[in-house]
Structure formats: C-alpha cells, structure tokens
C-alpha cells in the first residue's frame, strides 16, 4: 500500500473509531537489517487503538508530507550546515553522513511509518539534499528523454517522442533554486541575479538548460536533455526506424571517404545523436579534436582531444568562445574536426578549415532544410563581422560542404533522416544542391498513427562518388537503386 493509501486510511480512523486498525500487531517483531534507511535492531510494536496512549503520542502523517519533508531538510541542514559543501568529504562518506542524519532527524520527528514508507521518504530525502530532487527518480528511469520544468510545481516529461505532466514537483521556489545552483556549481558554471541563465551539463553528460527570474517571469525554468549511459550506434538507429541499413552504409562510406558533412534539423530532433553515430565511423588511427559548447560528443576512439568553450566570469572577464577553439583546433595537427553546433561566427572558422585540408569534418545546424541550411550558414558567416561579399560567402559553402543529412522529428515523435543532399557546387549566385535519399512519404501510417516509410535513393548517383574511389572505400552502386 503506497503512502498516500495510508494517510487516507489514517484519516478515516481519526473519524471512525470502528475502522481497522492499520497500524495494529499481535506481537514485538526483531528487525535485523544492514540498511541506513531501516529503524535500529529493537523490538518493534506498535500500539492498538484501545491501549492507554503513550506519555509522547506519535506524529501521524496527516499533516502534508510536504511539509514534513520541508520540516526534516530544515532541520538536516542546521544540523549539518557547511559540511554539506566540504570539499574534503567524498561522495560516498557525503551520503554516508547525510543518510546518518536523517535517519536520526526522522526518528525524533516521531512519525508513524512502516519500513518501507520509512525508506521511501528517506530516499526522498536524500534526493533533495544531495541530488536534483524529484527530478532524480525521472533521471533514474531510463524510458524519460527529457525533463522540462516550467515553475517549482509543473514537471514534465518527453517519453517516446510524447511529451506528458510527470505529476512531481518541488517543495517551492527555494528548493528547485538550489538544485539548479548544485548542477551549475558542479561544473564549475554560475547563475544568479547578474548572470541568470546558463548552459551546463550533468555529470552522465545530459544537456542543462537553466533559467531565473528576473527573466523567468512565473519562476525558474530547468530543461534537461538526457543522454544514453552507453552512445547509440548505427544499429540502434535502424533499429528506432531513423534510417534504412542501405543509408546506414551510405553514410559510413562518406565518412571514411572524407566528405565534410553538415547534419541539419530542428530542435530536438537529434542531431547531436546522429553527429556522434557518424564520428563513430572515423578510423581509429586518426586525431580527432571536438568542439562544444557543453561537451555531450561520447567519442569511442582513443585519439581524441575535447575542448569545450568557457563563458566569462563575474568581472565579464576570460570567455573562451567556440570560434577561439576552432582557429586553435587548426594548430593542434587534426584530422578531423567535430563542431558540435555552428551558431555563431565560428561558421568562417569552420569553412575555412574544410578549405584547407581538414577534409571529413562535421558539425550540426539549426535548419528546417538543406537549402535553408545554406542560407543560414551564410548568415552565420556574415556574424563573424567580416565584410565579405554574397557570392565569396556562398562559393566558400559550396566547396567546403558535400553533404547535408537532413534530420526531422515527425507527429508520432519518432527522428527519421528525411534528405541526403549532395552540394554539388555553383551555377551563377546560386548554390546548387541534388538530393541522394528522400524520405517515402507515400508509405502512410500505420494503425498506431507511426510513419513507415524511410529515407530512399531518389536515383541519381552522386558526383562525389569519384573521392570513394580516391581513398579506397568500397561501395555497391545498388544503394543508389530506388527499388533496392
């Protein structure tokens, strides 16, 4: 019976003395147990309704558990205080001395709990003093792929594509603060008053938006994007239905070829996924560096080198943008270069490095598009505050890129790769594109509202099949074959 059942159950004897008795045991029972959430080996009985009170009468739960729980942090943190942030503690003897605590702050609250309600609440507990809250059980359940709070009380979730209200929330304001602030303060990161929204990241590697007022208006906003513990792979995406097996070795042949790849989409449509599926085929004997804004990249090679940029501290000073790692990326002898995400000046860097030698580079865009791709990057371009003409900027694009992937999430939640785009080069101001794979629309859904179609070879070969044969990477011309 959850704890909720009981509380009601409790109320209902408050009112009707002929209730059962929930709590009522014929016997002193021996609890033998290693674990820091069980109450200490002793006799256990627990008083009927008809027996003489005792001299201290319980605390029953009725009051809120909420507020209970609020009542026990409080408490937890006087007594603790500045050893909660000892850096000299590890994270084990942390939770050790924590757990300890409560289990002594519980006990002398007096509440009225069976053993497993005692663990619950002080698992709880421990989430909210050392963890991220009632966000960690969503973190915990690997079925959640995102996490978005929109206010201390509203929590919701994505699963499989479909976003829900999770029913959790946090005790107040205060308390979804300090979890932001732990997040931020973990990797090295600070948001307050003067600087209040940052990007950071969680330990595991997911991807952490946070946001205060006075931006905030209704309270602080936490986004949380959640990451696979193991990096999926080119498997797990045919399995998901992202692509066809066909596309799969299309796209492993472009990346041993050497093809400089842009991966365009939307907002959550994985494009950081599919970027690290693609860096998984790069040959192992070869340097690569990445570059992020928060490092999410979970290379398997070992010859890897990860920057990640760096805002500025509270004096506005020492930013480390992504654009000052691309151009130092260019003195670190790389093969390939991996940009996260192009968003800003860094574009020119970029293209300039896909000039001059550093072929099999990738990177992700913001695009609804190839074509608005290329219009984008041109804009993108145009921020590093150099005054260059259209057409420089385009003949720049058009012989720095190959291939755009183009990557959507459809209505029934799933990402599928919609477009392979070859650039094929300049016909006057206008760079021209040809796509290789067009996702079937014509195939409809099926009764459960899911796409079945997938991305097919429209027909035509691409030109950049001439720089497979230069490095050696075999290929069978029925990829090519619509009917295949």
Avoid: W
Wanted: aromatic share 4%; proline share 5%; glycine share 6%.
């Amino acid at each position: 019976m959850s704890l909720a059942d009981r509380l009601a159950v409790r109320r209902r004897q408050d009112t009707d003395p002929d209730a059962p008795i929930l709590d009522q045991a014929p016997a002193a029972a021996t609890v033998t147990s290693s674990d820091p959430y069980e109450p200490p080996a002793a006799p256990v009985a627990l008083p009927a309704r008809h027996l003489a009170p005792p001299a201290a009468e319980p605390v029953r739960v009725t009051d809120g558990v909420s507020d209970i729980k609020a009542r026990i942090l409080a408490e937890l943190y006087e007594r603790i205080g500045s050893r909660i942030s000892d850096p000299t503690l590890t994270e084990d003897a942390l939770h050790t001395l924590v757990r300890a605590e409560l289990a002594r702050v519980v006990d002398e609250q007096g509440l009225v709990l069976a053993q497993h309600e005692r663990r619950t609440i002080l698992q709880e507990l421990e989430d909210d003093a050392l963890g991220l809250g009632p966000m960690q059980r969503l973190l915990d359940d690997r079925s959640v792929t995102e996490i978005m709070v929109n206010g201390h009380d509203t929590i919701y979730v994505e699963r499989d594509g479909r976003i829900t209200l999770s029913g959790l929330r946090f005790t107040d304001e205060d308390h979804l603060r300090r979890v932001i602030e732990r997040i931020v303060a973990r990797v090295g990161r600070r948001i307050d008053e003067s600087s209040p929204l940052v990007d950071a990241r969680l330990q595991d590697g997911s991807r952490v938006n946070a946001v205060i007022p006075p931006l905030a208006v209704n309270g602080s906003s936490l986004t949380i994007r959640k990451f696979s513990d193991t990096p999926y792979t080119v498997e797990d995406l045919i399995r998901f239905g992202s692509f066809s097996p066909q596309l799969g070795v299309f796209l492993r042949a472009c990346v041993e070829a050497k093809l400089n790849i842009l991966v365009s989409g939307g907002t959550g449509t994985g494009k950081t996924t599919l970027l690290n599926v693609l860096s998984s085929f790069i040959p192992a004997d070869e340097r690569i560096v990445t570059i992020e804004d928060a490092v999410e990249l979970k290379l398997q090679q070992d010859h890897v080198v990860t920057l990640e940029s760096r805002p500025p501290n509270i004096e506005g000073k020492g930013e480390v943008t992504i654009r000052d790692l691309v151009r130092n990326s260019l003195r670190m002898r790389p093969d390939r270069i991996v940009v996260g995400e192009c968003r800003g000046g860094e574009a020119l860097d970029m293209l300039q490095a896909m000039n001059t030698g550093h072929d099999g580079s990738l990177s992700t865009l913001h695009a609804n598009a190839p074509r608005d791709a290329i219009a984008r990057l041109e804009t993108l371009v145009l921020m590093a505050g150099m005054d260059l003409p259209l057409r420089a900027i385009r003949e720049q694009v058009a012989s720095a890129i190959d291939v755009i992937i183009q990557i959507q999430r459809m209505r029934d939640g799933s990402r599928r790769i919609v477009q392979v785009t070859e650039v094929i080069g300049m016909e006057g101001d206008i760079v021209t594109l040809q796509d290789a794979f067009a996702f079937d629309y014509s195939a409809g859904v099926d009764h459960l509202g899911r796409q079945l179609g997938v991305a097919r070879a429209v027909g035509l070969r691409p030109r950049f099949l001439d720089r497979f044969d230069e490095q050696g990477v075999s290929y069978d011309i029925a990829l090519f074959d619509p009917e295949a």
